[in-house]
């Protein structure tokens, strides 16, 4: 059973490393990554930013911005993805964010996944979405910014998104 479970924690650590960690690039970088998603379907395209990466001993994060840009002018909504990945702790239950100061602003729940169990421990995935209010990545391009996910089960979890990624990001979209 020891062994299983190092060999989960190292497979979590191997994966973990050979994907690239957005957050430590320079702003180039993330902006030749960020993806462009459109179809005949949709009014409006879609901007991806690349993850940002953070890997702790049984828990990680997969963290990017997305914006949609409607047909219309003005119609542009900004989102931060965040996949929290625990294993062996259960379900932290995200239910908002806290931004520096207090303001607080409820979060969307996209998706909550078991990915796997051993006789140790389960793997659970929690996919989130925030819908960032209008302007707030382009006041912390400089900056950059950090905001707490408040937990039902586990009290919060502070996601930092740098200054280089935001400006990268918003050199990908247009204005």
Not at 31 to 39: R, T
Not at 118 to 141: D, F, R, V
Request: aromatic fraction near 8%.
């Amino acid at each position: 059973m020891k062994e299983l479970k190092s060999i989960l924690i190292f497979s979590i650590i191997i994966l973990a490393g050979c994907a690239t960690d957005y957050g430590k690039q320079d702003s180039s970088s993330v902006a030749s990554a960020v993806e462009i998603l459109s179809s005949d379907f949709d009014k409006g395209t879609t901007y991806v930013g690349p993850k940002i990466l953070n890997s702790h001993l049984l828990s990680s994060e997969s963290i990017r911005l997305a914006r949609k840009i409607g047909s219309g002018e003005g119609s542009s909504e900004t989102i931060l993805v965040v996949d929290f990945m625990n294993t062996g702790g259960g379900w932290d239950f995200y239910q908002s964010v806290s931004f520096l100061g207090g303001d607080l602003k409820e979060l969307y729940d996209v998706h909550r996944k078991v990915l796997g169990c051993t006789s140790a421990a389960c793997t659970h995935l929690e996919e989130t979405i925030l819908i960032l209010p209008h302007g707030y990545i382009e006041s912390k391009a400089s900056s950059g910014f950090d905001i707490r996910y408040n937990s039902r089960n586990s009290g919060g979890k502070v996601i930092s998104i740098p200054a280089n990624y935001i400006q990268g990001f918003l050199a990908a979209v247009p204005d």
